[in-house]
């Protein structure tokens, strides 16, 4: 059943899963070039200002490892580029052995198991995502969408 293949990150010394196919793109940035912009942590990555997401501080999970690098996996959900921040990524695991929806119950939480003798929450990361845009980045996400309008019609401007 839980088949799709998914991506193992670590965070906080923590294990998560994603599925495979929510994780477009995977980088390795310097924490230098995390800027600070209207109480909001975001990056610039191919142009386009990318909010980023801290889920050690959404599960309270206490700090990232990460010292000069981290890496984050962006998103694309409701038109809009989200990042997740990770100290590690590991692997893709194929599928789940299992998957126990009660042991840890939390929002876009789908479960926990046991892989390579660790415990792990699978996340649906895609309704995470979601959740946040609708709440905390409303007002951010009305910013970027007024920027990147004004960005893309400077570059349809610039091509004419």
Do not use: C
């Not at 994603?18 to 600070?36: D, Y």
């Not at 007002?139 to 610039?158: A, P, V």
Request: glycine share 4%; no cysteine; hydrophobic share 40%.
């Amino acid at each position: 059943m839980y088949d799709t293949g998914y991506l193992m990150i670590g965070i906080a010394k923590k294990r998560f899963a994603l599925p495979v196919n929510a994780a477009p793109r995977i980088e390795r940035i310097k924490t230098s070039s995390i800027e600070v912009f209207m109480d909001f942590e975001s990056i610039i990555f191919n142009d386009e200002i990318v909010p980023l997401v801290h889920l050690e501080k959404m599960f309270e999970l206490g700090e990232l490892d990460a010292s000069e690098n981290v890496h984050i996996l962006i998103f694309d959900v409701n038109k809009m580029r989200v990042a997740i921040l990770a100290d590690e990524i590991f692997n893709v695991v194929n599928n789940l052995p299992y998957l126990d929806e009660s042991a840890y119950l939390g929002e876009s939480v789908l479960g926990q198991t046991i892989i390579n003798d660790q415990e792990t929450v699978v996340l649906d990361v895609v309704d995470l995502i979601k959740r946040l845009q609708e709440s905390k980045y409303r007002d951010f996400r009305q910013y970027l969408e007024k920027t990147q309008s004004e960005k893309y019609k400077e570059r349809m401007t610039y091509k004419e």
